[in-house]
């Protein structure tokens, strides 16, 4: 007996795989396959931005904090620069959309970072100063 995809996601993409790989396309639950893979595409997106704001919260901490500058800071940014080329060498036609990524990125960057440094949003520029390529080579320095 079929599973339902709302009844159990998992079991239910077990046995579209195996459909798949039996060739038995014309059991497939083509809709819902479709909305997984869109989905699967928007989750890695996602992510990206989600580290590209990691990383670029933590070099607007590193210019405007230089005084609080340290080492947990150092490995966040090694980190996260880490991270976004592991996505982007999983998923390299993300790059193509690096600029709207980017200022996603950065208005969450931005937001948090006021957050952590106990600074206006204001306090920082109200677009990302930062290029992606500047961004993923950047060294942060030992003091």
């Not at 079991?11 to 039996?22: D, G, I, N, P, V």
């Not at 933590?58 to 405007?64: A, C, I, P, Q």
């Not at 036609?93 to 208005?107: D, G």
Request: proline share 5%.
């Amino acid at each position: 007996m079929p599973t339902h995809y709302d009844q159990d996601a998992y079991a239910w993409a077990l046995e579209q795989a195996a459909l798949l790989r039996s060739g038995k396309l014309d059991q497939l639950d083509i809709e819902h396959l479709a909305e997984e893979i869109e989905s699967m595409g928007k989750s890695e997106r996602r992510a990206l931005i989600s580290q590209l704001a990691r990383l670029l919260m933590h070099l607007l901490k590193w210019d405007h904090q230089p005084e609080r500058r340290s080492r947990s800071w150092r490995l966040s940014i090694q980190d996260a620069q880490a991270k976004v080329a592991r996505l982007l060498e999983d998923n390299p036609s993300l790059r193509a959309t690096m600029p709207e990524l980017m200022a996603k990125a950065y208005e969450d960057a931005r937001r948090a970072a006021a957050i952590e440094t106990d600074m206006e949003p204001d306090s920082f520029p109200g677009e990302c100063l930062y290029g992606f390529d500047e961004t993923m080579a950047f060294v942060p320095e030992e003091h």
